[in-house]
């Protein structure tokens, strides 16, 4: 079973240093852990080449650069983050395989929350109304992995401010493509039942 490990708000660096921390006990045969929190407002970029052009207008907000996969996003107040630091051994030494496993638990947690939704066939992350044009993203994804240890992760839109996502191109995407849980169901959704909801499902990988 992995460690579940609950930080609360704090400051990217802070979760990033921990993320360290796990990672190379990992690799040294430690249980797999999962680190959940809430970041302070930060812009992360990934190793997507030309990332930086889609930082529009990052005004005091920080811009840092990290080593998951993908583009531009935001993380802030209201949106919960999980990662996952978990060795794949055999069969699970597949990064997609994994990447899916990902998506499919944010899907099952918005299904229990009466929120219907998918994959998207082109891109990754959890969608509301998957492969329409209408399609909206309620959960970024991006992973790193060092000798078959996994980390960074996802990024669930419970309830935060949208127009973060406006001074960038999330994942390089129009702004208007970011939803939330609290936005789609109507109705407040408190962040730490998600994380209840995450947490119970994770805890046996």
């Known amino acids: 079973m992995a460690r579940l490990i609950h930080l609360g708000r704090v400051e990217y660096r802070v979760a990033w240093d921990r993320q ?90 918005c299904a229990e929350l009466g929120l219907a939704t998918g994959r998207d066939a082109r891109n990754t992350g959890v969608w509301v109304r998957p492969n329409t044009p209408e399609g909206q993203k309620v959960c970024s994804i991006g992973i790193a992995c060092r000798r078959w240890v996994t980390w960074h992760g996802l990024a669930v839109n419970v309830d935060p401010d949208l127009g973060a996502f406006a001074r960038i191109n999330p994942c390089g995407f129009d702004a208007s493509v970011m939803t939330s849980l609290t936005k789609e169901l109507g109705r407040p959704v408190p962040l730490d039942e998600v994380e209840s909801k995450l947490a119970g499902k994770m805890q046996n990988w």
């Open 20 to 109: 360290q921390q796990e990672l190379s006990a990992v690799i040294a045969g430690a249980e797999s852990a999962v680190i959940f929190c809430e970041h302070d407002p930060v812009y992360t970029l990934g190793r997507t080449r030309g990332a930086s052009a889609n930082v529009l207008n990052a005004g005091d907000t920080p811009v840092i650069e990290v080593e998951r996969g993908g583009d531009v996003t935001w993380h802030g107040p209201g949106q919960l983050v999980a990662y996952p630091i978990l060795r794949l051994e055999g069969e699970a030494r597949d990064l997609h395989a994994h990447l899916h496993r990902l998506e499919d638990v944010v899907v099952e947690v």
